[in-house]
């Protein structure tokens, strides 16, 4: 078990207590966890990369971490109602959405390699500044209502993008003539 596994495994234990922090209203303890476990993303992929660390099992944990507190704050914010049902929706859904793709084409014996794309890129920078700065204005009482409504745009306008994007490369892939073999 190589460091960097072990910090990423560090950040997936640490969902839970985020997850208690936002259900039990401490969102400044919320943001201090999310920002711990960002400064942790961080570490784990310098070190891995830095250092010849990488692993087969840090490419499965690391996004597996991601996206573990990434969804898993959008539900809880979104079950207080500190952001709309709908963003919840939408954000989960594509992560769904992705994994079912995935899983259809492992069923159907054309196994799709993932890639991330540049737009799913940007929509995971959007949707860490918008939990960033719900949960810190949250938690240290900061009215940044401008701010909120233009990252909660960048989010959904961006997980849109990021759906039909794997959306058309699924199908492409699906539809090639490798896929028909």
Known sequence: ??????????????????????????????????LVAGVSDAVDGFLAKRFGMTTELGAYLDPLADKALIVSIYLTLGINGDIPLWLVILVVSRDILIV???????????????????????????????????LGSLGFNIQVPTLRAVLMGAVAVLTLLSIAAYLNDWVRHMNSPKAHS
């Open 1 to 34: 078990m190589s460091i960097p596994n072990l910090i990423t495994l560090a950040r997936i234990f640490m969902v839970p207590l985020v997850v208690w922090a936002i259900a039990s209203h401490t969102m400044w303890i919320a943001f201090v966890l999310f």
């Open 100 to 134: 079912g793709g995935i899983i259809l084409s492992w069923l159907m014996d054309n196994p799709l390699k993932i890639k991330p794309l540049w737009v799913s890129k940007l929509n995971t920078v959007a949707q860490i500044a918008f939990a960033c700065v719900v």
